[in-house]
Structures are given as C-alpha cells and as structure tokens.
C-alpha cells in the first residue's frame, strides 16, 4: 500500500528473539531470573560466578521473550529487574508504563516470600513485587538511595567512592570496586543479590 515506513521495529524484535537462550526444562529449579535492558548478559554472568553453590541455575528472561511466550519457567527464589528501559520490544512496549508492566511479570515467578532485587526509586516495581508476596532489596549505582527506599528493602546496595556497600544482609558489606567496562547497574544488581543468596544457603 505503500505505507511502510520503516522495518527497524520488527527487525530488532526478531532479533531478540532469536538470541534469546531456550527455555530451560519446567522441571528445572531456577535460583533467579534476570530481566531488564542493557546489562542481562553481565549480571547474569557476575551473579553465578559469586554465587557459593555453583550449579545455581540463572536464566537470562529478555523482554522480548516474556512478550512473545511469557515466563519461561514456573518459580524462581529470585529475581533481578535491572530496569525498564527496553529497547528489544516493540515501540509501543518501550513505553514507561508498559515496560513497567512487562518486567513486573518477572515477579509472577517468584515465589512468596522471594527476594525481587529492583531499582531504587522505581517504586512501581516495588510495589508490584510486594503485592506478590515478594521481599525486595534495591540498588543504586550511587549513592542516592531514598528513605522510602531504605525502609521498604530488606537490602540496599549502592556505590560509595567508586565501591560497591550492601547494607542489611547482616554487617554492611563491601562487595568490592566497579569494574569500568562493565554495566554499573548489572553489577550492583548481581552483587546485591550474590549476598543475599549466599547468606540464605
């Protein structure tokens, strides 16, 4: 009809789709989903190489997929939603609101009384978590962390002088220095969350 502007849409969901990992088996017990933007990838990598029990199974969920088949998995102990700021979905799913409601899905999977480790200040996210009968740990990648944060969390992780403080999984504890080539937020998120694993083991 000649009509089509453009197909840079569907071409970068296609493309989401197809780096998408597989499912894994609905019998398999997963430790902890991972969803958001940019990042996956490296906190997926960060939280299993700190986690104590190594064949703890973390699962890459991208937006795209959840959008196109759902949750992969029936229940998880955790999960970690980076943020929602997507950009492998199409327009209309790159919305505030709508991303909202697409990685809040996440939480469907965590079973109740779970961890969800989830932005500070992204209080939509947090409140739909503890709707679900999740507990939720919040993380910065500075040091702006807000009182309303801080008493809904049973964690909060945030950088301080270029290092990374996990405050409430017992002593605050220094999970060492961001790396500069890697995503801060992937690395807050995955420390934060590797404490809280690791204490409940």
């Known amino acids: 009809d000649g009509v089509l502007s453009s197909v840079d849409a569907a ?3 296609l493309k989401a789709i197809a780096e998408t990992p597989d ?3 609905p019998h398999v017990r997963v430790t902890c989903g991972v969803t958001g933007g940019d990042g996956r990838a490296e906190a997926q990598r960060l939280l299993r190489e700190r986690l104590s029990a190594p064949d703890a199974l973390v699962i890459d969920v991208s937006p795209a997929y959840l959008l196109q088949a759902g949750l992969p998995y029936a229940r998880s102990s955790m999960a970690i939603i980076l943020d929602a700021k997507l950009t492998d979905v199409p327009p209309r799913y790159q919305e505030e609101e709508r991303a909202t409601q697409l990685v809040n899905v996440l ?5 109740r009384d779970g961890m969800v480790v989830c932005p500070a200040k992204a209080w939509e996210i947090q409140d739909y978590a503890r ?3 999740c507990r939720i740990a919040v993380f910065a990648t500075d040091d702006d962390v807000t009182a309303r944060d801080s008493r809904r969390a049973r964690a909060v992780a945030r950088v301080v002088n270029g290092r990374i403080v996990v405050e409430g999984c017992g002593d605050d504890e220094d999970a060492g220095a961001l790396d500069p080539s890697l995503p801060a937020t992937a690395q807050v998120a995955a420390m ?6 690791n204490l409940s083991t």
Not at 192 to 197: D, G, P, S, V
């Open 11 to 13: 071409v970068a969901e």
């Open 23 to 25: 499912a894994p088996p």
């Open 107 to 111: 939480c469907d999977a965590v079973e």
């Open 131 to 133: 709707e679900s009968g």
């Open 192 to 197: 934060t969350t590797a404490q809280i694993a």
